[in-house]
């Protein structure tokens, strides 16, 4: 019971590092957006 318990959570965790990249990178993507709207808002404003 004890082991199968660990392998599962070893199991979640790897599936969650797995997916930290990807997570980055979409945050990256869409961080990235917004400051484009906003650069253009002002280059529009000016």
Do not use: H, S, Y
């Amino acid at each position: 019971m004890g082991v199968e318990k660990a392998i599962t959570f070893l199991n979640k965790g790897n599936a969650i590092f797995a997916w930290v990249p990807l997570l980055r990178v979409w945050l990256l993507k869409k961080v990235c957006k917004r400051q484009m709207i906003e650069w253009f808002k002002e280059k529009d404003g000016k």
